[in-house]
């Protein structure tokens, strides 16, 4: 009922930038809060930030002043832009979308497919 795509993960230098994208598709209604996770190998997975219909966000202390998440509604699309990322960053990021599918009256929470960030040199 709703797919989420996401993009622009990859291998970056530390103190490099990237942006992920993600793009929710299908019979939405309306989509409530967003959010990107990580999971780095022999860990569990982590918030990193979340961003309510309202505009408010929250981010993982690790990653305060070098991350911002943002969203467009008329796209239904999230984003995480990644800057001085540092080795620790590197994981495997999730997003997550609250959305309630046209016709029905409860919201689910819907998973990306995952995209690969690496830093290292």
């Known amino acids: 009922q709703v797919q989420l795509v996401e993009s622009g993960g990859g291998l970056v230098q530390p103190g490099g930038s990237l942006r992920l994208s993600c793009a929710a598709s299908?019979?939405?209604?309306?989509?409530?809060?967003m959010g990107w996770y990580r999971q780095a190998p022999g860990r569990q997975r982590e918030l990193v930030a979340r961003?309510?219909?309202?505009?408010?966000?929250n981010y993982a202390d690790s990653v305060k002043g070098r991350f911002t998440i943002s969203r467009d509604n008329a796209k239904n699309t999230v984003y995480l832009q990644m800057n001085s990322l540092k080795p620790e960053d590197t994981a495997v990021y999730y997003c997550?979308?609250?959305?309630?599918?046209?016709?029905?009256?409860?919201?689910?929470?819907?998973w990306g497919q995952g995209t690969q960030v690496t830093v290292s040199s």
């Open positions: 997550k979308q609250d959305a309630l599918v046209a016709g029905t009256t409860t919201s689910y929470a819907y």
């Open positions: 299908g019979s939405i209604f309306s989509i409530y809060s």
């Open positions: 961003i309510t219909s309202g505009g408010s966000t």
